[in-house]
Nanobody, 119 residues
Framework: VQLQASGGGLVQTGGSLKLSCTTP????????VGWFRQVPGKEREGVSC???????YYTDSVKGRFTISRDNVKNMVYLQMNSLKPEDTAVYYC??????????????WGQGTLVTVSS
């Protein structure tokens, strides 16, 4: 199982990008889906997450600029990124997580998509 992240690219400071995450192997609506990012030499950090119930969470540095959403019909999760800053430059990964019963956890990653914000 591998998630497919797309939508990265090169954008100027203040610009916008919309990342997408999907997979033919899972029904994402049953999973908590998160976006993480990683810069070379640094640890991967959590950016945003949407639970199966629709609750959303954001790291402080992106609050008010990024919006996570899901389209269960299309089996997609999106990350709308506005007002981008150079410090948002990273490889962005999506992750799907489910704990169907106590003691069991299923966790899957995508291959990453590069976001570059030029100053």
């Amino acid at each position: 199982v591998q998630l497919q992240a797309s939508g990265g690219g090169l954008v100027q400071t203040g610009g916008s990008l919309k990342l997408s995450c999907t997979t033919p192997d899972l029904t994402l609506q049953y999973y908590s889906v998160g976006w993480f990012r990683q810069v070379p030499g640094k640890e991967r950090e959590g950016v945003s997450c949407i639970t199966s119930g629709g609750r959303t969470y954001y790291t402080d540095s992106v609050k008010g600029r990024f919006t996570i959403s899901r389209d269960n019909v299309k089996n997609m999760v999106y990350l709308q990124m506005n007002s981008l800053k150079p410090e948002d430059t990273a490889v962005y990964y999506c992750n799907a997580d489910i704990r169907p019963v106590v003691g069991i956890r299923r966790n899957y990653w995508g291959q990453g998509t590069l976001v570059t914000v030029s100053s």
